[in-house]
């Protein structure tokens, strides 16, 4: 079995859980906030047996869109310096092997 932890943009995950569920996929959503734009993000995790894995980051892939957003990078010297572009997302996912899955 394994367990993904795909993080999301915020206007992208109930399209993304929607399909999950259409697939016979159960999901669990956590509001969280990326560490450089401070901005709000999902995070899903999904447990799913080994055979399904690839169904279900087909799915993850194709409901998240990435996106451009604008950073103030630090001003040297007090000159004021342009906004950085930085690419934001589709999903980052993580695929870790799960030991045990229980539901008591
Ligand atoms: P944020 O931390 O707000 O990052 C937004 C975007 O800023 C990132 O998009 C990436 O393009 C850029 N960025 C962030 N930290 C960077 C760094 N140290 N060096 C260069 N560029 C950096 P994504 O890569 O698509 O990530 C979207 C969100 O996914 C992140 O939001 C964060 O919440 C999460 N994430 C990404 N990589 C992660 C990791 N290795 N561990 C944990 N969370 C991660």
Same mark, same amino acid.
Do not use: W
């Given at each position: !079995?394994?367990?993904?932890?795909?993080?999301?943009?915020?206007?992208?995950?109930?399209?993304?859980?929607?399909?999950?569920?259409?697939?016979?996929?159960?999901?669990?959503?956590?509001?969280?906030?990326?560490?450089?734009?401070?901005?709000?993000?999902?995070?899903?995790?999904?447990?799913?047996?080994?055979?399904?894995?690839?169904?279900?980051?087909?799915?993850?892939?194709?409901?998240?869109?990435?996106?451009?957003?604008?950073?103030?990078?630090?001003?040297?010297?007090? !000159?004021?310096?342009?906004?950085?572009?930085?690419?934001?997302?589709?999903?980052?996912?993580?695929?870790?092997?799960?030991?045990?899955? !229980?539901?008591?």
């Amino acid at each position: !079995m394994k367990f993904i932890v795909a993080i999301i943009n915020l206007d992208d995950v109930a399209g993304v859980i929607k399909h999950l569920t259409k697939g016979g996929f159960s999901s669990t959503k956590l509001t969280s906030a990326g560490g450089l734009l401070k901005e709000g993000n999902a995070t899903i995790f999904v447990g799913v047996e080994n055979v399904k894995l690839n169904d279900a980051l087909r799915i993850i892939d194709k409901y998240s869109h990435s996106r451009i957003r604008l950073i103030q990078t630090p001003s040297l010297e007090g !000159m004021d310096s342009p906004p950085t572009e930085v690419k934001v997302g589709g999903a980052t996912v993580f695929v870790l092997d799960c030991e045990q899955f !229980m539901r008591f």
